[in-house]
C-alpha cells in the first residue's frame, strides 16, 4: 500500500521555468491537499480540492494553480517559478469517511517534494 | 496574532527523561486537535488527536487539551532516541456540517540524546 506517493522527490527550476508536481493516492480519499512548508513558517495550507473536479484556495494560493481531473491525482502547478516559491511541498490526502482512534478524517502526507528555485 | 502559536525550540534531552511540547492557539471556535510527528525529510504522520478538551493517552504519549486556556500539550515519556522529530500541534474547526482545514504550527524540533 503506497498512500500518497508525490513526484518528482527532488528539483531545481531556474526563475520563470513552469513546472507541475504529481501527487498521486491509492486510499480512494475524496479531499486532497498541498501545502508548503518554509524554515520559521511551519506548514500552510496551498489548495485543496473536496473532490474530483473541485479545487479551492488556501492561505498562500498565489503564483500557484491546481487540478484535480481523477480523483486518486492532484496536481500543483508553477506558471512562472519564483525564488520565493523554493520551499518543500507536501501532499495529503483525507477521507470525511475515515473516523479512527487516530482522528476524525485523518491527513495522511507524502514525504514531499524539495523544490530549489534560481 | 498567529492562531497557532508554537515554539520552534530546538529542544535537547536526555534518554528517558519526560518531553513536554505546547501549543497556544486564539481561535476558540477550534475543537479538533492533533499532534504530527515528522522525521527529517519525511512527512508528518499523526501521532495523537483529542476532540474537544481531555486527556488522551497512547502509550508513552499523553495529549491534553485546555480549551478555557487554549492551550495543549503533549508528553512524551521515558524518552527514546526515536523520538528524535519535529513536532507539530495541529488543529481546526468545525464549518456548516464538515471539519475545517487544518491550522498547523510551526513545529518544535525534539532531539533525545543517548
Known amino acids: 500500500n503506497a498512500g500518497v506517493t508525490q513526484t518528482p522527490k527532488f528539483r531545481v527550476l531556474k526563475t520563470g521555468q513552469s513546472m507541475t508536481l504529481l501527487c498521486a493516492q491509492d486510499m480512494n480519499h475524496e479531499y486532497m491537499y498541498w501545502y508548503r512548508q518554509d524554515p520559521g513558517m511551519g506548514l500552510r495550507l496551498i489548495h485543496y480540492?473536496?473532490?474530483?473536479?473541485?479545487?479551492a484556495k488556501g492561505e498562500v494560493p498565489d503564483g500557484y494553480n491546481v487540478s484535480r481531473l481523477k480523483k486518486q491525482n492532484f496536481l500543483l502547478g508553477l506558471e512562472s517559478a519564483a525564488p520565493s516559491q523554493t520551499s518543500v511541498y507536501f501532499c495529503?490526502?483525507?477521507?470525511?469517511?475515515?473516523?479512527?482512534?487516530?482522528?476524525?478524517?485523518?491527513?495522511?502526507f507524502g514525504d514531499g517534494t524539495r523544490l530549489s528555485i534560481l | 496574532q498567529k492562531e497557532v502559536e508554537q515554539d520552534p525550540g530546538p529542544l535537547s534531552v536526555p534518554e528517558g527523561a519526560i518531553v513536554s511540547l505546547n501549543c497556544t492557539y486564539s481561535?476558540?471556535?477550534?475543537?479538533?486537535f492533533m499532534w504530527y510527528r515528522q522525521y527529517s525529510r519525511k512527512g508528518p504522520e499523526l501521532l495523537m488527536y483529542t476532540y474537544s478538551s481531555g486527556n488522551k493517552e497512547d502509550g508513552r504519549f499523553t495529549a491534553q487539551v485546555d480549551k478555557s486556556s487554549k492551550y495543549i500539550s503533549l508528553f512524551i515519556r521515558d524518552s527514546q532516541p526515536s523520538d528524535s522529530a519535529t513536532y507539530l500541534c495541529?488543529?481546526?474547526?468545525?464549518?456548516?456540517?464538515?471539519?475545517?482545514?487544518?491550522?498547523f504550527g510551526k513545529g518544535t524540533k525534539l532531539s533525545v540524546k543517548p
Open positions: 495529503a490526502s483525507a477521507s470525511p469517511r475515515d473516523r479512527s482512534l487516530k482522528g476524525n478524517q485523518p491527513q495522511h
Open positions: 480540492s473536496v473532490g474530483e473536479g473541485t479545487t
Open positions: 495541529a488543529m481546526s474547526a468545525w464549518y456548516g456540517g464538515s471539519q475545517g482545514n487544518l491550522i
Open positions: 481561535n476558540s471556535a477550534f475543537q479538533y
